[in-house]
């Protein structure tokens, strides 16, 4: 089992930068593919990004891509989002989540699934001031 717990929100004015951190517990980082998703007001929990596990693959949603990256480091058995040029409209929860399924096969599919991930942290605010 992994605990995650999300940091690095805040508020943020539009066009302006944030880095988020998830910490992840235990000795086993390294076998769980990561991702972040994020929650709007009166919306679902949606994809934003994930990273396979030795950091070699990624994929973004489209609303985020060029605008963030996702990475890791195993040493640290932490995950990151960076996020620049903020919109408004990237106002959320952030959540990093870790699915312990180790299979490779469709992964670049699975890994923008909600019900993929196994584990999930408490979430952290972002919010984007225009």
């Known amino acids: 089992q992994v605990q995650l717990v999300e940091s690095g929100g805040g508020l943020v004015q539009a066009g302006g930068s944030l880095r988020l951190s998830c910490a992840a517990s235990g000795r086993t980082f390294s076998s769980y593919s990561m991702g972040w998703f994020r929650q709007a007001p009166g919306k679902e929990r949606e994809f934003v990004a994930a990273?396979?596990?030795?950091?070699?693959?990624?994929y973004y949603a489209d609303s985020v891509k060029g605008r963030v990256t996702i990475s890791r480091d195993n040493a640290k058995n932490t995950v990151y989002l960076q996020m620049n040029s903020l919109k408004p409209e990237d106002t959320a929860v952030y959540y990093c989540?870790?699915?312990?399924?180790?299979?490779?096969?469709?992964?670049?599919?699975?890994?923008?699934?909600?019900?993929?991930?196994?584990?999930w942290g408490q979430g952290t605010q972002v919010t984007v001031s225009s």
């Open positions: 989540a870790a699915a312990a399924s180790r299979d490779s096969r469709y992964w670049s599919v699975w890994s923008k699934i909600r019900g993929y991930y196994d584990y």
């Open positions: 990273i396979s596990w030795g950091g070699g693959s990624t």
